[in-house]
């Protein structure tokens, strides 16, 4: 299986063309169709009563002629007036609401998506740009995804209604008004693709900044170190400047089809008053139709905004809808629902690799070139090897946060492809190399593996973990935060909370890549003997490269470029295998006291 990211995340918005914009636009805006129906409706209204108010002011003008009474006529122009307002503000706030629940709708998806990505598409995007496309890009839908649709609709009805009364009223009259407006369209036509252009570029940039400020704060302490803040600053500066231009320039092209629209409108008027006070002046038409025609024009104005807008609301949308549609490309894993943790009762479990190669990903070299070994139920097994070995990716594989591209991992003799993910991932306790711990309380870092442990397993594995007097020492204890990244704590104590996180958990398969690598000796000593205790009722895989943890083991496994070279206990490997005899003299960092 590739591991490659897809050609669409990759090469931009050309490759994702096969899935248009305004269909992808359509699926959101489906789910909402009864609140956009009545959002139309009520936009249809108020247009109506817009459409209805020089037809009486016609009436009022032949009226006030004749010397007749005009209360009726002007109540009824108060009625159209305050009505129009009113339907208006109810269809506008509609529309808003919908608009929101559209972007809530997305943000929803878009994350139970991305949450579940394949590692490999994680690594090969910048997580900035992929919050920038949960954050900025679903924005944009909310005025897309409804007003675009509402507004093209009524827009185009409206538009087609004061043209019918228009031709009604005087043909001739309507065909100087049509040649202006078609003149304005060619105008508008020209201008468009340059919104689309201008909006990507944006979009992109805004993703770029965001990724720029990902990889600052995800470093900070080595940004401010190596005294690097300026060139940061710069990165991310760029970056705004990028959005700015792009930004200023869409918003020029805006301005020009808006204005375009308003001026045609506006040159229509003029024509229409020329033309149609020398018609009045012959007595083609009484001077009631020419005011009521000469309304009509203005009335125009908004329709052809509203299809202006929405013409250009949707060439900004589609740059974030396609970003999105992007990210909803990338691949996933298999989707199963989470179980509840195996927990102690079940069996140690058995592991064996047969045959097993890979690569990260086509273009690299292979990590792993026929990997095979077998680890029995129960026990500890240390994993030993120069750097690169293929040591942390033996981890990666039992854990599936990749697949082999030949051979099989097994779990308990079953390929882990042929797992359910969770209850796979459920029997498995793991600490990372870099033992990372996320924002929020040490009880929620804790906790975060076996959320339904109670209180006395905590306690116990606090105790086991050698955090007790740590957890004494903070101002709230277990409540205390962490901060971002645990960057509160040591790096020891990181180390600790990330062993605690996993003995809580209780697994039958516990992976430890470099697990006290940060440990002082004493702590180390106490932990040693917390993972041998872990090791009669667990299976255990340790990454270490400290002697001291190494033999302590009950079998060790030698690897070297990708290859299993040796395996065996540390007296046998010493006597048997110069790789292994040279780690041991020169590269392990302590010696068994």
Sequence with gaps: MSRAVPAAYSAGLDSVGRVPAWRVMLGYARRHWLALVCGGVLSLATAGTGLALPLVVRELIGELGADRTVAGLLGLMIVLVVANAAIGAVGSYVLERTGESVVLEARRGLVARLIRLRLSAVESAEPGDLMSRVTADTTLLR??????????????????????????????????????????????????????????????????????????????????????EHRERQRVDDAAAEAWRAGVQAAAWNSVAGNTAGLAVQASFVAVLAAGGARAASGAIDVGTLVAFLLYVFYLMPPVQELVGAVTRYQVGAAAIARIHEAEMLPVEPHCEPVSLLGSGAQPAMVAFEQVRFRYRPELPLVHHGVTFTISP?????????????????????????????GAVLVDRTDVRDWPLADLRAAIGY?????????????????????????????????????????????????????????????????????????????????????????????????????????????????????STVTMADRIVVMDAGRVVAAGTHEELIAGNPLYAELAATQFLTTVS
């Design 431 to 547: 600490v990372e190399q870099d033992a990372p711990v996320l924002s929020g309380t040490l009880r929620e870092n804790l906790l975060f593996s076996a959320p339904q442990a109670g209180d006395d397993a905590l306690t116990r594995v606090v105790a086991t973990a050698r955090l007790d007097a740590m957890v004494a020492a903070l101002p709230d204890g277990l409540d205390t935060a962490v901060g971002h990244r645990g960057m509160k704590l040591s790096g020891g104590e990181r180390q600790r909370v990330a062993i605690a996180r996993a003995l809580l958990r209780r697994p039958r398969l516990l992976l430890l890549d470099e697990a006290t690598s940060q440990l002082d000796a004493v702590n180390e000593a106490a932990l040693r003997d917390t993972i041998a205790d872990a090791a009669t009722t667990t299976t255990v895989l340790v990454v270490a490269h400290r002697l």
């Design 143 to 228: 005025a897309v995804a409804t007003q675009t649709v509402v507004s093209s609709i009524t827009g185009t009805l409206t538009f087609v209604a004061t043209i019918v009364l228009m031709f009604l009223m005087d043909p001739v009259l309507l065909g100087v008004t049509m040649a202006v407006l078609v003149v304005a369209g060619v105008v508008i036509g020209v201008v468009v693709p340059r919104i689309n252009q201008a909006s990507t570029r944006a979009q992109e940039s805004v993703g770029v900044m965001g990724a720029a400020l990902e990889r600052m704060f995800g470093a900070f302490r080595t940004v401010k170190a190596s005294g690097a």
């Design 378 to 406: 129960a026990g500890m097994t240390a994993f030993v090897g120069p750097s690169g070995a293929g040591k942390t990716t033996v981890f990666s594989l039992i854990e599936r946060f990749y697949e082999p591209d030949s």
